[in-house]
């Protein structure tokens, strides 16, 4: 049971890395495919700064496309569902973890032949040929 929860949180806190640094992509006007980038960069100023300046770039260019729809808003809230994606995957497993570690007891070890409490039934002297 340990064995199968530590298997499970690591595979759940490598596929949340995996969706936190796979690269974005959305559909904005005159850009079927704009490249927002990993979601993970969406913390950077840098690439808020591009997605701002492509934004008012293709506001420029046609004033009447509604702003929910511009590379700033759409990207952010990508990036957004994206993140809290993985930060739910990496708690999970982290939880999964912390969960096989502290609180699944281990396997009980089975005692070799001749250790352990001796029997209980009276049998003590008894061998298995009858004497």
Known sequence: MKAILLVLAGAAIVVAAA?????????VPNN????????????????????????????????AIPNR????????????????TAAGLGGSGIVLAALAIFVVPARPSVPERGEGPPPANGDEGVTPEGG
Request: charged share 25%.
């Open 19 to 27: 969706v936190a640094l796979v690269p974005v992509r959305a559909s």
């Open 32 to 63: 079927p495919s704009y490249h927002c980038g990993a979601p993970v960069r969406r913390l950077q100023a840098a690439t808020r700064q591009r997605w701002n300046r492509d934004s008012y770039l293709t506001k420029l260019g046609n004033p």
């Open 69 to 84: 729809r511009l590379p700033n808003h759409v990207c952010r809230r990508k990036a957004r569902v994206r993140l809290l």
